[in-house]
């Protein structure tokens, strides 16, 4: 352990579980409900709302081998070749043969996708596909249809939650074992919203980090808190260099920053054609698939035309779709397009690419287990191998499903004293911190509070780290320098002297911060967007440190300086972590495979 932690004030309150889960998307949720239907006393912390997530934007679908022909070993392969050799095929294999049933349990919680006409689910194609196994909802609606059935079933069976908390740190025993998290209540309207949740495990599905750049297809909550705490715990982390840029989203300007909109790779996969300023499909003997190739093959050759012709963006034509199609297939994207003047049915569509997916992050075994015991990672914050160097269209929802079922299972194998108690039917208890932190109630009552019994708690209180580092927190003025700074030097095209101006220009944020923590100067006070800040840029500075010691170009990592894919010499993971002096400890692996996540496992040179 590091014994690094945010600048914060103590926690004021506490209430203990069997297990802590970060994260309401895809994966946090249906941990949850596997570990509360194992009799396991669940809390679930999330940044927002229940629904505020990642999974709720989701337009494509959730891909698996569930049509007629298509199987598990056909997409294991577009699975490989999408990963450009960095993909683990064991944790690959594991995704695609437990996947089509995760689906099916995930239709059984309530998740209802669109059909055929002959009453099965309609599947369609993305990019790196060779065959029709996107299972979709709403037409391009199904993030949000999967968290409307999943936060349903966490109400119905009134799992515990605390929404509008950001979590701050992980808390460990006196011998390093997870037991449980520090947080931040949001909208207390004071500085005292800190309390803790005690738990022998604590699984992060925390999201990603789109927000490091300025424009993301990413919600504003997609701060890379999860990495950045799992980097302060000590935590492994891998492949934060592979940063999918999504090749079509809306292009809303130049100068756009934020959250940006997607226009899905379903609507390739319906037949749109990319066409650059001229009108020609430049896609077009780029790739044996033209326009549903890999991501990381059309975000480049767009790249490249846009180079080429000096423009800031392509077009997406599907004109060709005809109004009912567009307000039946692709409904949320069509209201998108017409909400900022674009109408698709009489005109093409401008995009380019932004930032979309991290398939790297806290490395994890085949059970979501981190090199920390009893901290446990799935979805988007996890690295578990499948994606290797570029996902594959569809693949996270179906990541997040799997590997949170396996987690739970293992926690629940491996848990003490699971609750075994019957939970009522009625909406979930949310956590009340005034509740929780009432001098006159004890910790059993503090956890009562939050629905259902008690827990019988076996795990030692957790104990302060011997001399705690405390990160000085940045002023929140610079997040917007950060993402400027990443944009430009970390972004689609990188190179050795723009990876360098990054990583300059981050260091002296970086210094700045620790100057102003000393006696003599304040850092920011603490609190919501300065906590964000400075996770934000402990991800940059991972991220930028990684893509400079990758020196070729992979899947989504694109060296211009290095412009070949070096199998020799590269086919191999990057695995970081943070030491207690603060410093990077970078290793390599043998191979595309991870080793173990055993924290003594062998260091190379």
Not at 26 to 51: E, N, Q, Y
Not at 150 to 157: D, F, T
Request: net charge negative; proline share 5%; charged share 20%.
């Amino acid at each position: 352990m590091t014994g690094i932690r945010l600048h914060a004030p103590a926690p004021g309150w506490a209430i203990d579980a069997d297990v802590v889960v970060v994260g309401s998307g895809v994966a946090g949720l249906t941990a949850a409900l596997r570990c509360t239907a194992a009799g396991l006393r669940t809390v679930v912390v999330t940044k927002a709302r229940l629904d505020d997530g990642s999974t709720r934007w989701a337009q494509g679908g959730i891909a698996a081998a569930l049509g007629e022909g298509d199987t598990p070993e056909q997409h294991l392969d577009d699975t490989l070749v999408a990963g450009a050799g960095l993909c683990d095929e064991e944790a690959v294999r594991l995704l695609v043969t437990e996947g089509p049933d995760a689906v099916r349990r995930l239709i059984a919680t309530g998740a209802d996708f669109d059909k055929t006409d002959a009453g099965e689910i309609a599947l369609t194609r993305e990019g790196g596909h060779h065959r029709r196994r996107i299972a979709h909802a709403g037409g391009d609606a199904t993030g949000a249809e999967i968290s409307r059935a999943l936060v349903e079933a966490i109400r119905e069976r009134a799992v515990a939650t605390i929404e509008h908390a950001l979590v701050l740190d992980l808390l460990t025993d006196a011998e390093g074992h997870t037991a449980g998290v520090t947080l931040h209540v949001m909208g207390e309207g004071q500085h005292d919203g800190v309390g803790a949740v005690h738990a022998p495990a604590v699984v992060l599905a925390t999201g990603g980090m789109g927000q490091v750049f300025s424009a993301t297809t990413n919600p504003a909550v997609s701060t890379g808190d999860g990495v950045a705490l799992a980097l302060r715990a000590g935590a492994e982390v891998s492949d934060l260099e592979f940063v999918q840029f999504h090749p079509t989203v809306l292009f809303l300007g130049a100068d756009s920053e934020g959250q940006q909109p997607l226009v899905s790779e379903a609507v390739r996969g319906e037949g749109a054609h990319l066409v650059d300023a001229d009108g020609v499909r430049f896609m077009l003997g780029q790739h044996e698939l033209a326009e549903l190739a890999p991501r990381d093959i059309v975000a480049k050759g767009i790249m490249r035309r846009m180079r080429e012709q000096g423009t800031e963006h392509v077009y997406l034509d599907a004109r060709h779709f005809g109004a009912e199609m567009w307000e039946h297939r692709f409904p949320t994207i069509l209201a998108a397009c017409r909400a900022h003047g674009i109408d698709p049915v009489t005109e093409p569509i401008p995009v380019a690419p932004a930032a979309h997916y991290a398939s790297g992050g806290v490395r994890t075994d085949l059970w979501g287990r981190t090199t920390v015991p009893g901290l446990y990672a799935c979805g988007e914050v996890a690295c578990t191998g499948v994606h290797g160097a570029n996902r594959l269209a569809s693949n996270s929802l179906l990541e997040g499903l799997v590997f949170a079922e396996r987690i739970a299972d293992d926690i629940a194998a491996h848990a003490s004293h699971p609750a075994h108690a019957s939970h009522p039917t009625h909406a979930a208890h949310e956590v009340d911190a005034s509740d929780a932190a009432s001098d006159a109630a004890p910790a059993s009552q503090a956890a009562s509070a939050a629905g259902g019994p008690a827990t019988r708690v076996s795990h030692p209180v957790p104990v302060p780290h011997p001399a705690p580092v405390v990160v000085p927190l940045l002023d929140p003025a610079a997040r917007a320098r950060i993402q400027r700074v990443m944009t430009t030097g970390a972004g689609v095209l990188r190179s050795e002297a723009s990876l360098r101006e990054a990583s300059a220009a981050l260091d002296a944020l970086h210094i700045g911060a620790v100057a102003e923590g000393t006696a003599d100067q304040k850092s920011a006070e603490p609190g919501t967007e300065a906590w964000e800040t400075t996770n934000l840029l402990a991800v940059a500075r991972f991220l930028v440190a990684a893509a400079s010691r990758r020196e070729e170009t992979r899947g989504c990592h694109w060296r211009e300086d290095r412009p070949e894919r070096d199998d020799t010499a590269w086919r191999r993971h990057l695995v970081v972590r943070l030491t207690p002096e603060r410093t990077l400890d970078v290793r390599f692996t043998d191979s595309q495979n991870f080793p173990p996540t055993a924290a003594d496992a062998p260091r190379e040179p």
